[in-house]
């Protein structure tokens, strides 16, 4: 069935560096959704990618979904301790229009 | 709206006992579903349906059952709960076509003794 990978699972970092995650996805998507999860608190939706080779950006987020529509990346410049969280990517089917997520990458902002 | 409303948000059970996760939605949203959300694990996806009358399973759907008989409404049974089944709980709706964003409930944690 469908899978969506995600790395890294953790990364800390001091504020003022970058970060990025990466999201893979066995099966070509329809579109990539990207979800912030603060501690303690429940997911919510960022941004949709639809098309082949998309960016988007918000702010210092920086959203990219590959030619081939199985893989995506989410960059952070320049982070901040508000950044803190769990980014998880989410890849729905065009098949079924299930929503598979990945395992999430855990962010860690030192002040 | 209330959005994406789930309860109860705590709840303990014993093993064996039953018990419903309730989940109603009040933006007329076609699709919805539970996750199940444990460390490292990322959430995993239960059981989803795509409109009233229609369910289907999702990548860990064994212990529970759902039903839509209502497109504001998507229940989860436990049926025999059990350890295993420790976990937190997580609603989300969204449409079928157009902006598909997810929209979450704040999470039921569950805890089986």
């Known amino acids: 069935g469908q899978q969506v990978m995600q790395i890294p699972q953790y990364q800390h970092v001091q504020e003022g560096e970058d970060f990025t995650t990466y999201c893979n996805s066995s099966t070509t998507l329809s579109n990539i959704q990207w979800y912030k999860q603060r501690p303690g608190g429940h997911p919510v939706f960022l941004i949709q990618?639809?098309?082949?080779?998309e960016v988007k950006k918000q702010k210092r987020l920086t959203f990219q979904f590959g030619e081939a529509k199985k893989n995506s990346s989410l960059h952070i410049t320049a982070t901040q301790t508000t950044d803190v969280g769990t980014y998880f990517c989410a890849g729905r089917s065009s098949n079924t229009g299930k929503l598979i997520f990945g395992q999430g990458t855990t962010l860690q902002v030192k002040p | 709206n209330a959005g994406v409303t789930q309860t109860p948000k705590f709840q303990v059970l014993k093993t064996g006992q039953s018990m419903t996760l309730q989940c109603a939605q009040d933006?007329?949203?076609?699709?919805m579903s539970w996750y199940r959300q444990d460390p490292g694990m990322g959430l995993r996806l239960i059981h989803y349906s795509v409109g009233a009358g229609i369910t289907d399973q999702g990548e860990v759907p064994n212990g529970y059952n759902v039903s839509r008989s209502t497109t504001e409404d998507f229940p989860l049974r436990l049926l025999s709960a059990a350890p295993s089944q420790t976990s937190v709980y997580f609603c989300?709706?969204?449409?079928?076509?157009?902006?598909?964003?997810?929209?979450f409930g704040q999470g039921t944690s569950l805890t089986v003794v």
């Open positions: 989300a709706s969204s449409r079928q076509g157009g902006p598909t964003e997810a929209c």
């Open positions: 990618l639809v098309k082949s080779g």
């Open positions: 933006m007329n949203h076609e699709y």
